[in-house]
């Protein structure tokens, strides 16, 4: 049987972890295309779980891994769950290209000029990044950041999400060219300043 | 093809998605259509910089911490 602490030492010890762990977790949600709120909601929710389940974690793990594991499940529960209200948003054609699928005039793929070996221009363009793609709804930023940032295949996003492999393209395909339209858009405002 | 296809082409091919006679579809659409073209760079400097992003460190409120103790605390104690 465990050993269960004393209430009091109890929720010292999980005041102790919110200090330390909370902005970690918060960042990490960040990272992954929360807003503030949601993300720090996130947060909470991790903690409310590891509360609960203190008498159970016998510290074979770090605490903060602990917490991150949660974290990340709380993270796909979230992005399963906006998938399941994807079917919505998947039908209707993107406005950027015209009825025969050809780019829309107002679309029009532009040059930039863009060298990110250069301090100036990538701090620039992920800065703009960052701001383009929290423009995309949940779950494009799901299956975007499960793609480009954590290098998974299609079947295992389209598993995890539970979407079916067309509507997986759909999403990105979207996703990607929205994204795109936005960069394109702020990249020559700046250059234009 | 049309630019939309091709799109899907271009980013199936990411994945290595894509059979021998689409990619050359592809190429044959890539070859006329400069806007495609001016599409595809864009997309791999996406790609690339998405590679590139990293976490930033940034702070909860001590007001905003202090409220998920106390929420959490709280939330417990009518469970």
């Known amino acids: 049987m465990n050993q269960t602490l004393p209430e009091v030492e109890k929720a010292q010890r999980f005041k102790d972890w919110v200090l330390t762990y909370s902005d970690m977790l918060f960042g990490h949600a960040v990272f992954r295309g929360f807003d503030h709120d949601a993300a720090r909601d996130l947060v909470q929710d991790t903690f409310y779980l590891a509360w609960k389940n203190m008498d159970g974690f016998e510290g074979k793990a770090s605490v903060k891994n602990w917490l991150f594991v949660i974290l990340k499940n709380k993270i796909t529960d979230h992005y399963r769950e906006s998938a399941s209200q994807a079917a919505v948003f998947v039908s209707g054609h993107s406005t950027q290209f015209d009825s025969a699928g050809h780019w829309a005039k107002p679309s029009y793929p532009k040059e930039l000029t863009v060298n990110l070996s250069e301090q100036q221009d990538r701090l620039d363009f992920q800065t703009i990044l960052e701001g383009c793609s929290a423009k995309l709804n949940t779950i494009q930023k799901a299956v975007f950041f499960m793609k480009y940032m954590d290098d998974l295949e299609s079947d295992v996003i389209c598993r995890q999400l539970s979407i079916t492999v067309n509507n997986y393209w759909t999403i990105l395909h979207r996703a990607k060219v929205q994204l795109r339209a936005c960069l394109q858009k702020n990249w020559l405002l700046i250059q234009n300043i | ?79």
């Open chain 2, 1 to 79: 093809m049309s630019c939309h296809e091709a799109v899907t082409f271009m980013l199936k091919k990411e994945e290595g998605k894509i059979s021998f006679s689409q990619q050359l579809s592809l190429w044959r659409h890539l070859a006329i259509c400069r806007l495609c073209r001016l599409f595809s760079a864009q997309n791999r400097l996406i790609n690339y910089a998405m590679k590139q992003r990293h976490e930033k460190l940034i702070a909860l409120s001590e007001k905003e911490k202090r409220e998920i103790i106390q929420n959490v605390l709280d939330q417990n104690a009518f469970s």
